[in-house]
């Protein structure tokens, strides 16, 4: 599988690499990518192949110890997240030009939000790259603490639990263990569909956006629509 992707987005690669640390080194990379603004993570396909190798004895550790810390790893990171978003609210995303803070990310968070609400951080989990930001932005928008950690718990024992457990279940079917390689390169792939229908979806508002004439997302054409949305963040 490293012939399709960086070393550092390949979950199999990542688990041998990290042998003994496997359960720890990718709690940590689940926390990055939750609460540390780098998005381009195996965050999906991580938990599923950690609760695979369980299942199939390459990592020995309890399954429940692994969904634990998993869980744990996904919530400090969106509480990390949050905090990052209460101290520098979206600053940090000026230059459309950036190779990962890039200002289209906000805005799809706030959509995302706009749509759905506090549930949003449960739906997010779901969804790379958003699943990153949701929680700066639900921190810029001053988010109520108690309401916050709330709906992200729930979405972490949703995801960092739910994933795994699906890996695991999975990793029994013999089918499955016979074609490892194959099954973690098919869970990659739809773990990037979200990405790649964000994409599609960006770009037909842009060209709709450059038909109108002033070639803007015009998303959020007033701070107040902006304020609409912090507002909807804390219903």
Known sequence: MAMLMPNWMDPEFLLHWLGDWALWGSAVVIFIECGLLFPILPGDSLLFAVGLFIAIGTIDIPLWVACVVLTVAAFLGN???????????????????????KPKYIDQTHAFFDKYGPRALVLARFVPIVRTFITL???????????????????????????????????RIKFI???????LILLVIISVIPMLVEYVLARRRARANDADGDGRDDRYDTEAERTAVMEKINE
């Open 79 to 101: 509480v990390s997240g949050y905090y990052i978003g209460r101290a520098l609210g979206t600053t940090l995303f000026k230059n459309p030009d950036a190779k990962i803070l």
């Open 137 to 171: 932005v639900a921190g810029a928008g001053r988010m109520d603490p108690k309401k916050f950690f709330l709906w992200t718990g729930v979405g972490a024992v949703l995801w960092g639990t739910g994933v795994t457990l699906l890996g695991h279940a999975l990793g």
């Open 177 to 183: 263990h016979d074609h490892l390689e194959s099954a």
